[in-house]
């Protein structure tokens, strides 16, 4: 049987990580300690801050976007990865 398509670029994450559709305690564990470097926090507030000021530059708005998109991407890793060791308890 043919594989569905994966409908979000987390979804092809996931199937990355854990090719089986299950993600392994380990590398649960190893996604729960992800994070933003300090650096990248930092630019992310100056860019929120340009943002509401309305004074973004069409390169900074992608960037926001880029930065959006991945935190947007980690946190369902995240909650997958929380899934996982709650079921199993680990």
């Not at 926001?64 to 990865?81: P, T, W, Y």
């Amino acid at each position: 049987m043919k594989a569905l398509a994966p409908k979000t670029e987390a979804e092809v994450w996931l199937r990355i990580l854990h090719p089986d559709d299950e993600l392994s305690p380990g590398v649960s564990r190893a996604i729960l300690g992800l994070s933003f470097p300090e650096r990248e926090i930092d630019r992310m507030h100056e860019l929120s801050a340009k943002a509401r000021a309305g004074s973004l530059t069409p390169e900074e708005d992608a960037e926001m976007d880029n930065f959006e998109r991945v935190g947007s991407i980690l946190s369902i890793l995240k909650s997958k990865a929380r899934q996982v060791l709650k079921r199993r308890r680990i």
